[in-house]
């Protein structure tokens, strides 16, 4: 069974720190790991995925076979990035995705 | 951009209704999905469609059903409504192995 914990519901921090969202992963093969966003009033989209090895935002999240983890980081956060995250991860098949429960990013001015 | 389209934004219903969700995307994607998404427990999924005619059970498809009859169209039907398929109903598609879904805006759903 493929499993995601994302510990925090909710994470506040002043614009201009650093930030990461935590998320870790149960999965017995190769896992294709992801995170997801909402914006208030918006739809759930993309943000980015492990397997491109983008930045997307100034966000960036490394998979750690090791710890299981794949975490999101941003060095310094704007306000405009407060919203709703969820990691997510996908099997072998790489269609179903397991989502976290999510953790809400406030960032205050 | 790809569109998906859930029909209704909010819906009322009462106990012991049979409701229909529908969901449209224009994108010729083969994969469709149905998840609810509830405070605290994120999103998870009742059923997936790999195909027309053909679904996958979820976690939780207990009181769902679905119907994909065109390849652009995936239903998600509760039977007998009960208090607790209160929820956000998100609806969503992808190609085959992508990963990358798209979602619908979603549908909250009230049952009194």
């Known amino acids: 069974a493929q499993r995601v914990t994302q510990p925090e519901k909710l994470l506040s921090v002043f614009k201009g720190a650093p930030v990461e969202l935590k998320c870790n992963y149960s999965?017995?093969?190769?896992?294709?790991l992801f995170w997801y966003v909402q914006y208030s009033r918006q739809r759930l989209q993309l943000l980015l995925r492990?397997?491109s090895r983008e930045s997307i935002k100034g966000f960036t999240a490394d998979l750690n076979k090791g710890e299981t983890s794949f975490h999101l980081k941003k060095p310094f956060a704007q306000e405009e990035d407060s919203a709703m995250y969820y990691c997510?991860?996908?099997?072998?098949?790489?269609?179903?995705?397991?989502f976290g429960t999510g953790t809400r990013l406030a960032v205050r001015p | 951009d790809v569109k998906v389209t859930q029909s209704s934004r909010y819906l009322v219903k009462r106990t012991g209704e049979k409701v229909f969700l529908e969901c449209v995307q224009d994108?010729?994607?083969?994969?469709m999905f149905w998840y609810r998404q509830d405070p605290g427990l994120g999103l998870r999924l009742i059923y997936f469609?790999?195909?027309?005619?053909?679904?996958e059970k979820g976690d939780i498809p207990e009181g769902y059903s679905v119907s994909r009859e065109k390849k652009e169209r995936f239903s998600l039907i509760l039977e007998s409504a009960s208090t607790n398929q209160t929820s956000m109903y998100l609806c969503?598609?992808?190609?085959?192995?992508?990963?990358?879904?798209?979602f619908g805006s979603g549908t909250q759903l009230s049952v009194l």
């Open positions: 969503a598609s992808s190609v085959i192995a992508q990963g990358k879904l798209f």
């Open positions: 999965y017995s093969g190769s896992p294709e």
């Open positions: 492990h397997i």
């Open positions: 997510a991860l996908s099997g072998s098949s790489g269609d179903k995705l397991t």
């Open positions: 994108m010729d994607h083969e994969n």
């Open positions: 469609s790999y195909d027309v005619k053909m679904k």
